[in-house]
């Protein structure tokens, strides 16, 4: 007879596996992904595919010939969605070689250099955005007009205004009729390509994509829903407050389906590495998000505020799990 | 139908309750039966019988050794062969006295009838009188943590029982012991509940189920209609609903507060089917505690089942009443999948708190790599005690007790949902219950050190009064 | 040159007053520190690895202070620095120290894979204290070295490392300070800090196992079974039987390797000795079962337990037999 196998209990174990959902992030990302093909043609295919192929390319040689680890990581898809949400962050005519950058600072900074998956403290794909936009200000800040599909949207562009620079404008000039030329709210919400100021990032188009992508991770119980709930709630309260105080702030449906807003309250800041383990933190690291994107919007220096709100954030989440506790059991008694 | 369960955390293993339909045998005699004298918790039992002593069925062979202890009665007539060390759950050889059968001849004041005895028929059954017989029956929790009964009966004077609850949740994949016995004896169950409550003294009892068992519910409704005072409470499928505090939050809603609180603080006493069933036998029949119902189960045995088993029958024997052992890695596990003990051998005997022999197959046999924590937060909200398991068992890892203690890792109950439900597959028990280990090592230590220097206090104090 | 004197003056002042400022608190905020504590510091080898029980070496030269007051070094020690650091802080503080015997760590079990067979199979975390708390481990000894290395992971001095065929624990005497940190590792208290012994010669019982005989002897081929043919061998009452384990005194012990000698099991080790010792002993006693010329000419320094015990399994196929046999010895001897 062979030996029996002993361990500790528990020695059933449920089917869930990192992969999975890292896997399920991706099929999330999908809509967006066909959308952003469809609006921005060959020129977001190859930001995208240049941007993921990177990626897992210097996973893969910053674990093998410098950390000299025997297991690759590349297959559990976490640089898969690094990739991707760093393509959904650019322009669709950003040179490759600022995307190449872009990659080895999300993958190499922001991630190998804490040890990899689970031990950095800032997205990766954030870190790789934020330090573009601190390099690259000119390309980074130049977004092609949607509906460019040949190969002339990825190398000459025509370029646009977004909605967050007439948002921006409107708060310079002191004059609340330049928000006229905002598209609808219905038209920003569905990312028609028709409509003036349709300019944006990859995957920041179509807010009705994202939304398909956070429905699809709630039922699968990727995340949860006090992360994005909150930060989306807090915006449009707090932008509805000064929108009404003063009309030279946009509306707060504006506010919430312009710019990486959705893409980074649903995607980003939901990062598990990054994002505090208990509900209660979640709901102050979104509030915390939604407050200092607005803030970073309307008084300060760049249109959209979103990626810099999330980075300090993930600076704060050890001091959130900290200080947020999930209510133990037999509290409740203790108070009665 | 309206249900009810706790409100912190729990998570969904697969049922394979693949023997629930399986009616109840009776296991085989065993050619040697061995008693362990450790089958519950506190203190071992001392022998009072010698070798070569002949016993009945029923024939005290140990007797409590101590406050917290049990007697523990023969279940088998026959010649004591000796009284030894013999391996046991942990792979510890410990003190047993094994019997070789011969004949099964029972002790004269078992009644062996199936007569139903109804508790309004004897009037001469006092709370105390209850509580004796449960104690000289050798009556421990059937659920699998074998705490002696009769002490839990007897609440702390600080405490006061306002309700009993039953637990016929069977929250354990696989085990259908329980399930069996109360389709079999819902009446027995219901009179032993009876008796329970008469020894505490409340009048109101509760029995939780949960809605995977809906057969058990509607037979136990229907026949509890004779018994206004208990009342059936069906409960969601969560694990680990079996659980003590749980149930508790899950029937009264009232949390038991964190550790060295007991259910008893919050009005219930808990007790399990299969003891209800026992009281029962042990009050009304005389029957000491000697045999139990057993599931025996696997998905790659031939012939599971479940078993009326003599206890001191070794696993073995009913291993290969059910086919054997399947070819290929295997693991036994004395209890369910979630909180059951992996075996190293199978000649360990049935004890007091057996409720299953579960046999895991290759794959479900081993545990799955690990990779690194992504930090999902998946633990903390699968935990059913509101810890942060990601957090206890990096601790424990890195040796922190001090702030192992602050994030109350005492209040762990090991039911192993964290482990369940991290999809990085890390050993996070492993690391928390080595830390828990640790703690309440460093809390008793304390404790003593305190009450040392206390006493050392109040002598100084008297020698100077003296003076 | 007015763009220029402008902010060398206001630095300048800058300097001046941070100056000032640092100057007053380091006076109002000193700490009285004790001179001798900066020496003493000097003398301790700064490894702070809490061996002699203070929260480093900081912490031992303070509590060296605190106990020079008394006027007595006494229960106070830094193994790792040895008597050279406790003779330099003796000297600091005015004192005089007992010359304390320099220790080494010894790994109290031989239970390697070839000696015990196993007879589970463990799945989970690979830490020893996890395999402890599963219960008895893989293999029938609960007693015995787990193999997960524990003390290797506590060892700050790189002194001990699993031996990959044995699956035991290999101390390197050069490097061992007897900090004690594998001592306090180790679930099953198998390691044992023992005095280093003339020229380093030691002699230890390498068993923990407390169970009776019979289990003892299926369990493990090289354990000690209390047999107490080692008690009688020793002429200078340094060999105890106690909880079914022999234990040998060191104090006592004169190196003279006659219970090595005679232990039926090969339970009890020695190292650091020229030669092996001289097994024929037994044999000759006994001529039942001969001994086996083969382990006596054993080529390394240590005795190699392996062989000898592999030949003593095989001579006595049933176990019962050899549980007999040795306490049979013990009356002849």
């Known amino acids: 007879m062979a030996n029996l196998i002993v361990s500790l209990s528990p020695h059933a174990h449920g089917t869930d596996s990192v992969e999975k959902n890292m896997y399920g992030v991706i099929i999330a990302l999908i809509p967006a992904l066909i959308v952003s093909f469809l609006y921005f043609g060959l020129g977001s295919l190859i930001v995208c595919a240049t941007s993921v192929a990177a990626c897992l390319l210097f996973e893969w040689a910053i674990t093998k010939y410098i950390l000299r680890r025997e297991r690759t990581t590349i297959t559990d898809g976490s640089a898969i969605i690094t990739g991707l949400l760093l393509s ?117 188009v179509c807010g009705a994509a994202l939304v398909l992508g956070l429905l699809f991770m709630l039922w699968k119980k990727i995340i949860t829903w006090h992360i994005p709930v909150s930060i989306v709630a807090t915006v449009f309260i707090l932008s509805g407050i000064m929108h009404a105080v003063n009309p030279v702030y946009a509306n707060p449906v504006a506010e919430i389906l312009s710019g990486g807003l959705l893409l980074g309250a649903i995607f980003m800041a939901t990062d598990y590495v990054t994002s505090p383990m208990t509900a209660k933190g979640q709901i102050i690291y979104g509030i915390c998000i939604g407050f200092l994107t607005l803030m970073i919007r309307d008084f300060g220096a760049y249109p959209e505020g979103m990626s810099f709100a999330i980075l300090i954030m993930n600076a704060f989440t050890p001091l959130i799990n900290n200080y947020c506790k999930p209510k133990r059991f037999g509290e409740v008694t203790a108070k009665n | ?317 009913l291993i290969n009443a059910c086919g054997g052992l399947p070819e290929g890695d295997n693991k036994i596990l004395a209890g369910g999948p979630m909180m059951g003990k992996a075996l190293p051998s199978i000649e360990v005997p049935i004890v007091k708190g057996t409720n299953s022999v579960t046999v895991l197959t290759d794959a479900d046999a081993h545990r799955k790599e690990p990779s690194p924590c992504i930090r999902c937060a998946k633990c903390v909200s699968a935990c059913p005690m509101g810890l942060e398991p990601y957090l206890l068992a990096t601790l424990s890892a890195h040796q922190d007790w001090e702030r192992d203690e602050q994030e109350d890792i005492v209040s762990c109950i090991e039911c192993g949902s964290c482990q369940f439900t991290c999809p990085a597959h890390r050993p996070l028990l492993d690391n928390i219950r080595a830390g828990k280990q640790t703690v309440m090592g460093i809390i008793r230590e304390r404790a003593a050190k305190a009450k040392a220097e206390a006493e050392a206090k109040k002598a100084a104090e008297e020698q100077k009064a003296a003076k | 040159m007015d763009f220029l004197i402008t902010p060398v003056i206001i630095l300048g002042a800058i300097g001046l007053i941070a100056a000032v400022v640092l100057f007053a608190c380091s006076k109002k905020f000193a700490v009285k520190e004790d001179p001798r504590l900066p020496l003493i510091n000097e003398a301790l080898p700064q490894a702070n690895c809490g061996g002699c029980g203070f929260p480093g070496c900081s912490g031992f030269a303070s509590a060296c202070i605190k106990a020079a007051e008394s006027g007595s070094l006494d229960g106070l020690n830094c193994s790792v620095g040895g008597p050279k650091a406790m003779g330099q802080i003796a000297d600091i503080l005015g004192l005089s120290v007992a010359a304390s015997t320099p220790k080494v760590a010894v790994v109290r079990c031989n239970g390697s894979c070839a000696n015990r067979p196993k007879i589970a199979k463990y799945d989970g975390l690979q830490t020893c204290r996890t395999v402890n708390s599963c219960g008895a481990g893989e293999t029938a000894c609960g007693f015995g070295c787990l193999g997960c290395g524990d003390c290797v992971a506590a060892c700050k001095f790189d002194a001990i490392h699993i031996n990959p065929e044995t699956g035991l624990p290999e101390m390197d005497e050069n490097k061992c300070v007897a900090c004690g940190a594998c001592v306090k590792a180790c679930p099953r208290n198998i390691i044992e800090l023992r005095p280093q012994g003339i020229k380093g010669r030691r002699v230890w019982v390498s068993c923990v196992n407390k169970e009776k005989g019979p289990a003892v002897l299926k369990a493990c081929k090289v354990s000690c079974i209390a047999c107490g043919a080692c008690v009688k061998a020793c002429k200078f009452d340094a060999i105890t039987v106690e909880n079914n384990v022999a234990y040998i005194d060191a104090e006592k012990c004169k190196l003279c390797r006659a219970c090595e000698a005679v232990c039926p099991r090969d339970a009890i080790r020695d190292i650091n000795f020229p030669k092996p010792v001289e097994k024929k002993k037994p044999g000759a006693e006994k001529p039942a079962t001969p001994a086996k010329p083969a382990a006596e000419n054993a080529p390394k320094e240590t005795i190699n337990t392996n062989s000898t015990s592999v030949d003593a399994k095989t001579e006595t196929p049933k176990n019962d037999a050899v549980a007999e046999k040795p306490i049979e010895l013990k009356k002849e001897a």
């Open chain 2, 1 to 317: 139908m309206k249900s009810f369960t706790f409100r912190i955390g729990g998570v969904h293993p697969d049922e394979n309750k693949i023997t629930a339909e399986i009616p109840t045998k009776e296991a085989e005699l065993p050619k040697q039966a061995i008693f362990p004298l450790s089958q519950h918790i506190g203190a071992p039992a001392k022998p009072v019988v010698q070798k070569g002593d002949k016993v009945k069925v029923g024939t005290l062979l140990a007797e409590a050794g101590g406050f917290v202890s049990a007697p523990i009665f023969s279940s088998v007539s026959g010649t004591v062969a000796k009284i030894d060390a013999s391996v046991d759950a942990s792979g510890y050889r410990k003190p047993v006295i094994i019997i070789n059968v011969e004949g099964d001849e029972w002790e004269e004041g078992i009644d062996r009838s199936d007569k139903l005895e109804k508790l309004s028929a004897h009037p001469e059954l006092t709370p105390e009188e209850i509580v004796k017989r449960v104690r000289d029956n050798g009556i421990v929790g059937m659920g699998g943590a074998c705490f002696p009964t009769a002490i839990k009966l007897t609440p702390p004077p600080t405490a006061k029982a306002e309700c009993v609850i039953i637990n016929g949740v069977e929250c354990e994949p696989y085990i259908t012991s329980d399930y069996r016995l109360m389709m079999e004896h819902p009446d027995e169950i219901l009179v032993g509940v009876d008796l329970l409550m008469k020894a505490v003294k409340v009048d109101k009892g509760y029995i939780g189920i949960e809605t995977n068992k809906p057969k058990a519910i509607e037979l136990l409704e229907e026949k509890s209609k004779d018994y206004p005072h208990i009342q059936i409470v069906p409960l969601d499928k969560k694990y680990p609903q079996g659980g003590e505090k749980q149930l508790v939050d899950a029937v009264i809603r009232r949390q038991v507060p964190a550790p060295p609180a007991i259910p008893v603080n919050v009005g219930a006493v808990v007790q399990n089917v299969g003891t209800a069933f026992a009281v029962y036998q042990a009050v009304m029949k005389h029957k000491p505690l000697f045999e139990r119902y057993v599931t025996v189960t696997g998905k790659k045995l031939t012939n599971p089942g479940n078993f009326l088993v003599r206890m001191g029958t070794p696993m073995s024997q």
């Open chain 1, 88 to 204: 959904f962050n650019l322009p669709s005519n950003l040179p490759i070689w600022i995307i190449l950058i872009g990659a080895l600072v999300a993958i190499g900074v922001g991630k190998m250099t804490f040890g990899g998956l689970g031990n950095n403290p800032f997205n990766p794909a954030l870190v790789g955005r934020a330090f573009l936009l601190v390099s690259f200000p000119v390309q980074m800040t130049t977004w092609p007009t949607v509906g460019q599909l040949g190969i002339e949207g990825y190398i000459d562009a025509q370029t646009e205004a977004t909605p967050l620079s007439v948002m921006k404008t409107a708060i310079k000039t002191g004059d609340a009729s330049v928000l006229d030329r905002l598209p609808d709210s219905l038209q920003m919400f569905l990312g028609n390509p028709d409509a003036a100021y349709g300019a944006g990032c990859l995957g920041e």
